[in-house]
């Protein structure tokens, strides 16, 4: 019984623990609620016995089972571009992991609902070990609605939370 | 005693008592079980955690993810600490997981300082928990190979498969306790590897059938359990690879 490491790659790795697209964040009472029954992969399961989910679920106080069901809920809201570089820079900055999932709510509510945002690692040419993360928030509004748009999101959320990514964020727009 | 590797697979060990509240919860316990950890565990901070669950409502069936906040009391180089929570205490060691004769006193410590600060009533759960992260070479591997425990392809199945889960719940002591094993893939890191995650949970099923004066003889019966558990997974080609120290 051949396991093929392939086909892994061409796929997520089997984490029973994906948001689907509509689930919904709610920052004022830090809960995500998402209707089950949207969850493709494993509805049946879940209808025929939640502890089954519970089980698979488990993450409690490991602190690497909490780091990666961080990164799977960043998955679910990010298009990480050359992913294994984006997953190395998080890991040893774990502390931009909740900004990021504050940040994508906040990016909906100035961008619209589901807004495609891929994160990105971008290197100073000039200095290699100089990098920081850039959220790039893909829009098809025009021009001036988008810099009156990111003028408000800077002035009413992302100057007072910049702090918390200690200089390793940045936020911006990008056209297709 | 049981097998020492030299290229353990462990990447996170984790001891975790989750205690009957004796007097209610005073946000200062953390602070005292800190004054009498910060020697070991100086670096502090406020980490996040979840909590799952799936409950049947007037919109059908919903998942609820609720973030909970902690206190963290790390050792210098971040490889150990204590976490501390409401009726929570849980000590982790991350890779480079030294052996059980180091990280049981950090047990201890953790312990005692939680106990004098929070005076819990009894112990609802404990658990202790290996997650071992295991890499092997090759693009297409056999499992049975490596592995004692694996799922169960049938023949009339097609045998090649990719991402996959499996796990059982084992009873033990008539059923006070629970050994829960699980297998699955997990992102591979290494180019033209396979990696898998073997993840080992002893737990307390029955809340109240530990005392708090007996909890490290359960402690020490755990610990053996995991080990048996965790051999009894593996095939001797994974023996080797971890590289065995003999003596």
Known sequence: MPYLANFQESARPFIPFHLPEQAQWRLESGM????VMNWLDLSVAVLESPEVMRFWQEIGTSIVRTLEFEIRSLEQLYTLRRHAEVLRFLERRPFLIPLLLEAYSNIANYFGPYPQVFLEVVTDPEAPDDQELVAFIRTNLPPDEVLDRLERFDEDWWLEASHKAQGNLCIHVEFP | MGKKYRNPPIIEALCEFRFEPGPPWDLAIPGLVYEKVRDDFPKRRQARAFETSISAGPKGVEQEVRTLY???F??????ALIQVGPNLLAVNHLKP??????????IQKGFDAYRDAAAPKGIRRIGLRYINRIEIPGQR???EDYFEFRPFVGPRLPQEFGPFIVGIQVPY??????LRLQLANASVETPNTVAVILDLDYFLTRPGKVSLDNVFEWVDVAHSRVEEAFEACITDRLRQMFEEVKG
């Open chain 2, 70 to 72: 902690r206190m963290q």
């Open chain 2, 97 to 106: 997981y030294p052996t059980w004769q180091e990280f049981l006193p950090l």
């Open chain 1, 32 to 35: 995500v609620r998402t209707d």
């Open chain 2, 141 to 143: 591997i056999e499992l």
């Open chain 2, 173 to 178: 002591e008539d059923s006070r306790d629970t």
């Open chain 2, 74 to 79: 790390l050792r210098e180089d971040e490889k």
